[in-house]
């Protein structure tokens, strides 16, 4: 079975902190993914990367950025964090296509202080 | 604009019984429809994917129906277990674009 694993289960930051946010899968997919999921909000799309050092902007890109140097690993960064980004993150990964069936992360429960 | 829409309620049943959670989108063309189960503290598992052209899928006790003139996906499980219990989420991917959307999410909750 695919495994993906995010670095942390729980994280408690400072406000105007660097934040950094690690995925790593094992079964060499083309594509990764993060989200935040917010209660009432459902899972929104912040960045998305189809190969090394591709990415593309999801629909909630502000405040972040990310990185693909290995194929493997997907990080996401919080440049300056804020409160209002206290969530749930969420690292996924596919096979082929950007629709295809994701295999998520445990998750990162994240809160900025 | 865009839209999926979940019951935002929980539904609870009787163990033994069939769940029905509802799935209706708005403005999209979509390619396939895939339904995810997520437990508390968890991430998203894949359960089903069903495709514009298709009508039906199951798996197990699980099954999906897709009705693009009602722009509306039915997910029931049969004969329910408390195991059943968590929220489950669809998403669509649309013909162009390609990323998958997410609806909220409905939880079940199964009670013995």
């Known amino acids: 079975d695919v495994k993906v694993t995010q670095s942390s289960r729980y994280l408690v930051k400072r406000t105007g902190e660097k934040v950094f946010l690690e995925c790593v899968q094992d079964m060499d997919h083309e594509n990764m993914f993060w989200y935040r999921q917010d209660p009432g909000l459902g899972l929104r799309l912040i960045y998305f990367?189809?190969?090394?050092?591709?990415?593309e902007k999801g629909d909630i890109p502000e405040g972040y950025s990310v990185s693909r140097e290995k194929k493997e690993r997907f990080s996401l960064i919080l440049e300056s964090a804020s409160t209002n980004q206290t969530s749930m993150y969420l690292c996924?990964?596919?096979?082929?296509?950007?629709?295809?069936?994701?295999?998520f992360g445990s998750g990162t429960q994240l809160s900025v202080l | 604009s865009q839209k999926i829409e979940q019951n935002s309620e929980a539904l609870n049943i009787q163990e033994g019984k069939t769940a029905t959670l509802t799935c209706n989108y708005t403005n999209y063309s979509p390619a396939y429809l895939q339904w995810y189960r997520q437990d508390p503290g968890r991430g998203p598992v894949f359960l089903l994917l069903?495709?514009?052209?298709?009508k039906e899928k199951r798996k197990e006790r699980l099954k999906v129906t897709f009705d693009t003139t009602l722009k509306q996906s039915l997910f029931h499980i049969t004969a329910s277990q408390p195991a059943d219990s968590a929220t489950y989420l669809c998403a669509l991917r649309r013909n162009q674009g390609g990323k998958l959307i997410f609806g909220q999410g409905t939880e079940l909750s199964v009670k013995p």
């Open positions: 069903i495709r514009e052209n298709e």
């Open positions: 996924a990964s596919s096979l082929t296509g950007l629709g295809e069936k994701l295999f």
């Open positions: 990367s189809y190969d090394v050092k591709m990415k």
